[in-house]
């Protein structure tokens, strides 16, 4: 059944939804050209300047199972609702933040706000459209909105910060979330669970003390190397994630249903998904500096200088359904693993060349291969339980999105600045406290270099090589997420098997008649 009387109210109310994904994801990357002005302005260091990049993504990704299964529970409109009202209010706190840890704080509030809101989009998208060639249109357009926000991130920032200060890149959240929630009160239907079961406190916590610790040890190995706290934090998240699947499997109803991983296309699809987004923000976000600080653009033009990118992942919505006929689910998927590692592979040579040509042809190549990936990827997972649980299922989807966020600018950022500390030759003449600040980062390095000496075109040179390892590195892994799409996700048309259905190859979900509509 429809839970919307018409198809232009369901489309309408896809609108809605999708402006929520596209401000969240935008509001993920937007930071991004404004690292220097940050630097600069907060007197941020580069382990702050981390914090602040990836902290939001780390809160969303800690929340999203917890709030996809309230949302279940206590219904995905009001708890929408609730969080576009949240995250407004804490994008006034980030915009007017006089300190770099207030940004954090800031950052922490609107990851907590956008954990409440992303759920209920694909949740509310896998109920509205039942009919599963139009869901998977449907999706498209998600995913769409959710790699294009990423990309258009820069380019939003690079226009803000051409004529104001770092804090406008928050401000236009405000009058977004305000016709959010406008819309979303007249057009979005409320949907619910009507047999959720008990809320599991302590799955939820021990959800959010798994990847915290996990991730906070590979933030702190960077910056301080590995010692006690970082195999603590290590121990910690690992010991939290063991009981989390534990108490999942004995939990007449788990917050996470850790039986779909069964299946393989479902395993298959979330790792790829992981691993595409890992690929992408990872490199993305050094990429940004790397177009102003080496290539010497101002942010705007940074920004535009991304945008094929944007254009590409966009694209897609028109090619998806002929790639699955074409090719199969499994089979496309991989293709545009494929695509995207050959992008990387294009970016890490362009990035010596003078050209921007180059450039542009490895982000078009970037931006439709993660396109098309994430399209089917999250079709796959959402299709693979019913409509009853489309909270907290949906919400595998995008904390396997956030998780690859997270773990992109931790690791391929972190192997990026290790790189360039490795490199950098520091002049010898320099005061103790510039010669730091020229090992820490090339932002800070051409604080106290003059942007025409020797010594800054070397740490320019040794960020630029940087930058070429890790997209090789990159590359590499949508190689191996390319060869785990193609093993694990069914491409013959089908049914999604589900747990204990044998080797059924691919299910469509089908319409569940025990969803509530208020």
């Known amino acids: 059944m429809s839970l919307l009387p018409s198809a232009r109210r369901r489309w309408a109310a896809l609108v809605v939804l999708v402006a929520g994904v596209l401000l969240l994801a935008i509001d993920g990357t937007v930071l991004y050209l404004a690292v220097p002005a940050l630097t600069r302005d907060l007197g941020a260091t580069s382990e702050q300047v981390l914090w602040i990049g990836d902290v939001y993504s780390l809160v969303l990704a800690g929340l999203l199972v917890t709030m996809g299964s309230l949302a279940d529970r206590i219904g995905r409109k009001r708890l929408l609702l609730t969080g576009v009202v949240a995250f ?12 770099a840890a207030m940004l954090i704080a800031a950052r922490v509030l609107l990851g907590v706000a956008g954990a409440s809101i992303m759920p209920s989009t694909l949740a509310l998208i896998r109920n509205i459209f039942t009919d599963a060639a139009e869901r998977t249109k449907a999706i498209a357009i998600w995913s769409a909105a959710f790699g294009a926000g990423s990309a258009i991130g820069p380019l939003v920032g690079g226009l803000l910060l051409e004529y104001f200060w770092w804090g406008s890149v928050f401000l236009i959240n405000v009058p977004v979330m305000l016709a959010m929630l406008i819309g979303g009160v007249f057009l979005l239907p409320e949907s619910y669970n009507p047999h959720p079961g008990r809320f599991d406190l302590p799955s939820a916590a021990l959800s959010l003390l798994t990847m915290t610790p996990l991730i906070y040890a590979i933030k702190h190995t960077v910056g301080s190397g590995f010692d006690l706290v970082a195999a603590a934090c290590l121990v910690v998240g690992a010991m939290c994630g063991w009981l989390f699947v534990r108490r999942q499997r004995r939990l007449e109803t788990p917050l996470l249903d850790v039986e779909l991983f069964r299946i393989p296309a479902f395993t298959g699809a979330v790792l790829a998904n992981v691993i595409a987004i890992f690929s992408l923000t990872g490199l993305l976000f050094f990429f940004s500096q790397y177009l102003q600080l080496v290539r010497g653009y101002s942010p705007l033009v940074a920004g535009l200088a991304e945008l094929p990118s944007t254009i590409a992942s966009i694209v897609v919505v028109a090619v998806v359904g002929a790639a699955v006929t074409w090719l199969g689910r499994g089979r496309a998927v991989a293709v545009g693993m494929l695509l995207g ?54 919400a595998i989807t995008e904390t396997a999105y956030e998780l690859g966020v997270v773990l992109g ?13 490795a490199l950098v030759t520091v002049p010898a003449w320099l005061s103790a406290a510039d010669r730091a600040a020229v090992q820490d980062s090339l932002a800070s390095a051409l604080t106290v270099l003059d942007p025409a000496s020797t010594a800054a075109q070397a740490a320019r040179e040794a960020f630029a ?18 060869v785990v799409a193609w093993r694990l996700i069914p491409s013959s048309p089908g ?4 747990p204990g259905d044998g080797p059924t190859p691919i299910r469509e979900a089908g319409t569940d008649h025990d969803e509530r509509d208020r």
């Open 341 to 394: 590692g050959a992008g990387l592979a294009v970016l890490a040579s362009a990035e010596r060349q003078e050209a921007y040509v180059w450039l542009a042809i490895g982000l078009a190549l970037l931006g439709l291969g993660i396109g098309l990936a994430m399209t089917l990827t999250a079709d796959i997972v959402v299709s693979a339980a019913p409509a009853r649980k489309a909270g907290a299922v949906s």
């Open 465 to 482: 090589q940087a930058m070429q390892t890790a997209s090789l590195v990159a590359a590499v892994l949508m190689l191996a997420a390319a």
């Open 409 to 421: 600018i931790a690791l391929l950022g972190s192997l990026v600045t290790g790189l360039y500390r």
């Open 495 to 498: 049914r999604t098997a589900r």
């Open 88 to 99: 407004g209010l804490a994008s006034l706190v980030a915009a007017f933040s006089a300190s």
